[in-house]
């Protein structure tokens, strides 16, 4: 009974290590969620804050998904630094981005495929490390620094860029890491590729979990917001016919994957012609932008499901249904309606969507889901041959262990960074002559007014995640040459009244 007793250890440590990580991590962002969504970044920020030993360099890649949460935090109450320096140290945590040891893949793989992808450190999607340097570029513009902000935009453009030839990169890798293993000789490596390539699993996948193919997603990944900031940056700060025309290009990259926007449109074609000369910078009168960050973001909950799986026995597969448990993403509420602009003449003009967060998240998954469903299946194999193995050494009692491993370690990885919003709305206005932007909610309220700058480009940057939030307002000059002001808005209320911004 000593192989069974250090056999059942193995089990209990395993089912510990998952459940313990696993509460964690939804007590945290319970808390985290109840506070932003309230708007009260303080105490969202003191949701993931860890313990940080001065003599010892921080885990970045272990801490990832508190240090995106803090970034955005501090970039929502003014503390740029603070913002800049915990979205770099997401950066260097973000694994796609270095090169890591065979032996932490190898431990991390073993973890994932024994128990779930929620014990490998978190590894951020594409589009979130596409936001990240866009809040960074967008947290350097409010303090005034024009250089490091295109430095982020010209990152988050060029990660977009090269995202395509990424996840081909890695669902190749995978596929010849499972071919590898599966000519040296490894009976599970095996029998994984059988299971995946049977009809019978595609179509209980597709049953339950819906085709892939079906996903309304954009033809290419993008982060439209991203690609949209970018050229705004570059159309305000171009100093040659070059920068104009990657203004150009970005703009009309946005306006083609959502062709009946008329804002999208119209900064496209005020894009193009300055940079063919038909339109004047000095004749253009200054422009203000107001970009709203609406709402929260798509959620993951998880899909439990039976699945075919033939495994061999004795030279012979056998067909065997087990569990598997795959991250579907939810979409959560937006605040409703779009943001007006009340002009000086008492015109309104309202913003409108641009981009929307769960497209976004669907075209990078549809990308991903082949890994995601390998793990899965990996993991089930393994599983499913430990039960058989349990049960022929060590009887029901045996069988009965691994059958409890087997029921709590399936889960699927729910992390994600919860502060990204649902989508974004934008507008474009002349600058008004009075100085003063008076916005208004979806039912024509006054949300509050706002300073513009005697300038040529200025950014007047919305975010609110709920109705019960009070919505934060960063007016920034778009090239960058003085320091931002932020505030944020009261209550909506019956007359105006100017709403105090602090630089």
């Given at each position: ?34 506070a932003y969504a309230t708007g009260d970044y303080d105490a969202a920020l003191q949701a993931v804050s860890f313990k940080v030993d001065k003599d010892k360099a921080i885990d970045s890649e272990g801490h990832l998904l508190e240090l995106l949460h803090q970034g955005e935090m ?68 409010a303090e005034g620094n024009s250089d490091y902000a295109r430095i982020e935009f010209n990152r988050a453009n060029d990660r977009t860029r090269r995202a395509v030839d990424y996840f081909q990169k890695e669902i190749a890798e995978q596929q010849a890491a499972l071919k590898k ?323």
């Amino acid at each position: 009974m000593t192989a069974f007793k250090h056999l059942m250890l193995a089990f209990v440590t395993v089912v510990l290590v998952s459940g313990c990580s696993s509460l964690k991590h939804r007590n945290q962002m319970a808390s985290f969620n109840t506070a932003y969504a309230t708007g009260d970044y303080d105490a969202a920020l003191q949701a993931v804050s860890f313990k940080v030993d001065k003599d010892k360099a921080i885990d970045s890649e272990g801490h990832l998904l508190e240090l995106l949460h803090q970034g955005e935090m501090y970039r929502l109450t003014g503390r740029y630094k603070e913002s800049t320096e915990a979205y770099d140290l997401a950066e260097e945590g973000m694994k796609y981005l270095d090169t890591e040891g065979l032996l932490k893949k190898t431990s991390e793989g073993f973890m994932a495929v024994m128990v779930n992808d929620s014990q490998r450190d978190y590894e951020a999607l594409m589009s979130e490390a596409v936001l990240v340097n866009t809040y960074k570029g967008l947290a350097f513009l409010a303090e005034g620094n024009s250089d490091y902000a295109r430095i982020e935009f010209n990152r988050a453009n060029d990660r977009t860029r090269r995202a395509v030839d990424y996840f081909q990169k890695e669902i190749a890798e995978q596929q010849a890491a499972l071919k590898k293993e599966a000519r040296a000789g490894s009976g599970n490596a095996s029998m994984v590729s059988s299971s995946l390539n049977s009809q019978g699993f595609q179509a209980a996948v597709t049953n339950h979990y819906g085709e892939t193919s079906n996903w309304a997603v954009y033809p290419d990944f993008i982060v439209p917001s991203s690609t949209y900031l970018h050229g705004l940056y570059f159309l305000a700060n171009a100093t040659g016919g070059s920068d104009y025309e990657r203004a150009a290009t970005s703009l009309k990259r946005v306006a083609e994957m959502r062709p009946e926007s008329t804002v999208l449109k119209t900064d496209a074609e005020l894009a193009t012609s300055l940079a063919s000369g038909k339109q004047s910078l000095v004749k253009l009168p200054p422009q203000v932008w107001v970009v709203y960050e609406n709402g929260l973001g798509p959620a993951l909950q998880e899909s439990r499901f039976d699945v075919p799986l033939l495994l061999a026995r004795e030279g012979r597969a056998s067909l065997i249904y087990f569990g598997i448990a795959l991250p579907q993403y939810t979409e959560r509420p937006a605040v409703p309606g779009s943001i007006g602009l009340l002009s000086d003449a008492g015109e309104v003009i309202h913003t409108e969507q641009i981009s929307d967060m769960g497209t976004v998240i669907r075209t990078e998954m549809k990308e991903r889901f082949a890994g995601i469903l390998t793990r899965a299946v990996s993991s089930a194999v393994v599983k499913a041959v430990l039960q058989r193995q349990a049960a022929e050494q060590f009887g029901p009692i045996g069988q009965l262990g691994a059958l409890f491993f087997t029921a709590a370690t399936t889960q699927a990885d729910l992390r994600g960074w919860q502060a990204m919003p649902n989508h974004w709305q934008a507008a474009r206005v002349d600058r008004p002559e009075s100085g003063i932007l008076t916005l208004l909610g979806n039912r024509g309220e006054i949300l509050g007014d706002v300073d513009i700058p005697q300038q040529p480009f200025t950014l007047v940057y919305v975010k609110r995640p709920t109705q019960l939030a009070p919505a934060t307002v960063i007016t920034m000059d778009l090239q960058g040459r003085r320091a931002g002001t932020i505030a944020q808005l009261p209550a909506p209320r019956e007359a105006g009244g100017q709403v105090s911004s602090s630089q």
